[in-house]
């Protein structure tokens, strides 16, 4: 299994731009959420998934939007992006209390 | 107020020192995650914990559910131990859909 994948690693955009952060996990888990990690806080909830079909937000969704077409992906979109947006973003998956984490995606808006 | 508080927020200490690092939180769980994250690295998880303790060679986790608080521990510290350890919480699926709540972390490092 390759567990919890994201691409890309690092992304680079200017104000306005748009663009999704790909998420996909192989361990058919329901659950999926996307967070941001910001220095010196801890990981904060965007928006979370607990199957396809069904999405919810969490804790800082504004300017983010996520849809769960399928088991295994979970992408996040930045709709027009704002330099507030720079972080390191993870995916995670999880399956009863387990949970998995992809690698991470370091995005910087100028 | 934080619905899971970490201390200390920095630690640093000497090659060989026994370490502990504290989590209280404020809801019901379903399990409490410790996680390791190197500087610039991913995100791992070191142990999930309902109750009891779990131990993984020179790491320890302990949990007192009535107490709603849980510690990490580290003996003979390494450098190599030098990272950010995060406590997370995660909810019932049956109260928060299985939400994770993340402690702001804490810094060691362990110096030769």
């Known amino acids: 299994n390759a567990g919890v994948t994201q691409t890309p690693k690092f992304q680079v955009l200017k104000t306005g731009q748009s663009m999704t952060l790909q998420c996909a996990q192989d361990?058919?888990?329901?659950?999926m959420s996307w967070y941001r990690q910001d220095p010196g806080m801890g990981l904060r909830l965007i928006h979370y998934?607990?199957?396809?079909?069904?999405?919810d937000q969490g804790e800082v969704p504004n300017g983010y939007n996520v849809s769960r077409s399928t088991t295994e992906d979970f992408p996040l979109r930045l709709l027009s992006a704002a330099p507030s947006q720079t972080s390191v973003y993870f995916c995670?998956?999880?399956?009863?209390?387990?949970?998995?984490f992809g690698p991470g995606t370091r995005l910087t808006v100028l | 107020k934080n619905e899971v508080e970490q201390s200390p927020q920095n630690l640093t200490a000497q090659e060989g020192e026994f370490i502990t690092i504290n989590c209280s939180y404020s809801v019901g769980i379903s399990a409490l995650h410790w996680l390791q994250q190197h500087p610039g690295g991913g995100i791992v998880s070191l142990f999930m914990l309902s109750s009891g303790k779990k131990k993984h060679g020179r790491l320890i986790a302990t949990i007192n559910i009535q107490e709603k608080h849980s510690s990490l521990h580290i003996t003979a510290s390494h450098p190599r131990d030098s990272a950010v350890y995060t406590c997370a919480v995660r909810e019932p699926y049956n109260t928060n859909a299985g939400k994770s709540t993340f402690g702001d972390g804490t810094t060691l490092t362990v110096k030769p």
């Open positions: 995670a998956s999880a399956w009863r209390d387990e949970q998995f």
């Open positions: 361990m058919n888990h329901e659950y």
């Open positions: 998934s607990v199957g396809a079909g069904i999405t």
